[in-house]
């Protein structure tokens, strides 16, 4: 994924491949990922071969089992590397602000940090 303009491309094999890295940087067999995510061996090796797309509930399981973040996992690169949610929210007209940050309220209850 490019995060240089307002539109994100996503890209299957550079996210399977990070997932891949991490996943062996952790010592994990696909395997051990499939059974920690829920998903089966073969729907993990697709998507780390960039054959099938990362869902969203699957991003949120993998940030927490690989103990990443989304932008590591997607290959977003910020040029501005103090980037700042609170910062970019502030950006937003007040409407839009509100919406997100009821999306992340509903992120955060719905995947506790554990």
Request: hydrophobic fraction near 35%; proline fraction near 3%; charge should be positive.
């Amino acid at each position: 994924m490019y995060g240089g303009g307002n539109i994100l491309k996503y890209e299957g094999w550079n996210v399977g491949s990070t997932i891949r890295r991490l996943r062996k940087e952790k010592n994990m067999t696909i395997e051990e990922l499939s059974e920690a995510v829920g998903k089966s061996p073969s729907h993990i090796a697709q998507i780390e071969q960039g054959s099938r797309r990362l869902g969203i509930n699957l991003l949120y399981e993998l940030i927490t089992v690989l103990e990443t973040d989304a932008n590591t996992i997607l290959v977003v690169h910020r040029k501005n590397s103090d980037l700042s949610i609170d910062k970019e929210l502030m950006k937003l007209t007040p409407k839009v602000r509100i919406y997100f940050q009821k999306q992340f309220l509903n992120m955060i209850e719905e995947f506790p940090i554990k």
